[in-house]
T-cell receptor, first 115, second 118 residues
Framework: GAVVSQHPSWVICKSGTSVKIECRSL??????MFWYRQFPKQSLMLMAT?????????EQGVEKDKFLINHASLTLSTLTVTSAHPEDSSFYIC???????????FGPGTRLTVT | AQKVTQAQTEISVVEKEDVTLDCVYE???????LFWYKQPPSGELVFLIR??????QNEISGRYSWNFQKSTSSFNFTITASQVVDSAVYFC???????????????FGQGTTLQVKP
């Protein structure tokens, strides 16, 4: 199988601080990873596409300066929420693609609470 | 623009009942992929099925079955003899394509919360 991990699984931070979330593909190389956000009782919304060695592509309405994405290796992508505010509190989920992106594997998610 | 609609927000059934979750999609692409995911309370998405636009054969996997009909742009999911462990949020999703290339981006429906009571 293909396993994707996320760290941390949950984090509480104070308003104004920055938080980094890691997404790792443990047993395969992923040139492309995706970051989704899910608010309580809502659907998953794609935030950005992360490509190894290049800049991330952000979806419309997602602030690239606030949600910094780095995909420095074929097994690791990071999402940094800068100057977090309570409205950034959400469930952040990453996925990693393989086999031409026809197969995607989701991480277990990171629950962010900003106080 | 691509869109996925799951009109049923919440469904409640009693154990052993059959239940169908509806999914209607919109896309202009001729090549696309449809998915169903299960999200239990833990939050982790569980992959259930992927179907490409050229394969309209219905699929059965144990108590799960899927009915794909391009004519009505629907990809419905049926659970036969439901069990309490089936309680979860179920998402239908569409994979976006640009021409013949699969972008990998998933467009999710709003989700259907299924509650199976003992």
């Amino acid at each position: 199988g293909a396993v994707v991990s996320q760290h941390p699984s949950w984090v509480i931070c104070k308003s104004g601080t920055s938080v980094k979330i890691e997404c790792r593909s443990l047993d395969f190389q992923a040139t492309t990873m995706f970051w989704y956000r899910q608010f309580p009782k809502q659907s998953l919304m794609l935030m950005a596409t992360s490509n190894e060695g290049s800049k991330a592509t952000y979806e419309q309405g997602v602030e690239k300066d606030k949600f910094l994405i780095n995909h420095a290796s074929l097994t690791l992508s990071t999402l940094t929420v800068t100057s977090a505010h309570p409205e950034d509190s959400s469930f952040y989920i990453c996925s990693a693609g393989k086999d031409g992106l026809y197969e995607q594997y989701f991480g277990p998610g990171t629950r962010l609470t900003v106080t | 623009a691509q869109k996925v609609t799951q009109a049923q927000t919440e469904i409640s059934v009693v154990e052993k009942e059959d239940v169908t979750l509806d999914c209607v999609y919109e896309t202009r692409d001729t090549t696309y992929y449809l998915f169903w995911y299960k999200q239990p309370p833990s939050g982790e998405l569980v992959f259930l099925i992927r179907r490409n636009s050229f394969d309209e054969q219905n699929e059965i996997s144990g108590r799960y079955s899927w009915n794909f009909q391009k004519s009505t742009s629907s990809f419905n999911f049926t659970i036969t003899a439901s069990q309490v462990v089936d309680s979860a949020v179920y998402f239908c999703a569409l994979s976006e394509a640009h021409g013949s290339s699969n972008t990998g981006k998933l467009i999710f429906g709003q989700g259907t919360t299924l509650q199976v009571k003992p």
